[in-house]
């Protein structure tokens, strides 16, 4: 995750599908306190730092145990190491900035991009 680009704060709030994005763009480690995965990268649309966490239970994360194999404790994951399930998962803009004429009653606080992860 390399990141030349700066943070196009002034990009205006649209749901848009980018597709899919390199995996290669993304982190992946296991949340501190043990309580998931997190991702971590750069917005392909506006270019802001994201991190989404994916809560133990979560759909597409698996179980406790199975992840727990997968990552150990305080491990940092690969690119070519993330699980299958993430693959799967829609990844959301949570760049952390209210993007211009973004609804006040959105999820996310970022641009409004979304995209799956490919390898």
């Known amino acids: ?10 990009v205006p709030y649209v749901d848009e599908d980018l ?7 993304f982190s992946q480690q296991p949340a501190p306190g043990g309580e998931g995965v997190v991702v971590a990268g750069t917005c392909p649309r506006c270019h802001g730092a ?8 979560r759909p597409g994360v ?3 145990g199975a992840l727990s ?4 404790r305080g491990a940092t994951q690969k690119a070519e ?4 399930p ?12 209210a993007h211009p004429h973004g609804p006040p009653d959105t999820s996310f606080t970022g641009c409004g991009a979304f995209w799956r992860l490919r390898r």
């Open 50 to 57: 994201t991190r989404t966490l994916f809560p133990w239970g």
């Open 86 to 97: 993430l693959l799967a998962e829609v990844h959301f803009c949570e760049c952390g900035h």
């Open 69 to 72: 194999l997968l990552f150990g």
């Open 1 to 10: 995750m390399t990141g030349t680009t700066r943070h196009d704060h002034g």
């Open 19 to 25: 597709g899919e994005v390199d995996v290669a763009l």
């Open 62 to 64: 698996g179980t406790k």
């Open 81 to 84: 190491d993330v699980p299958e």
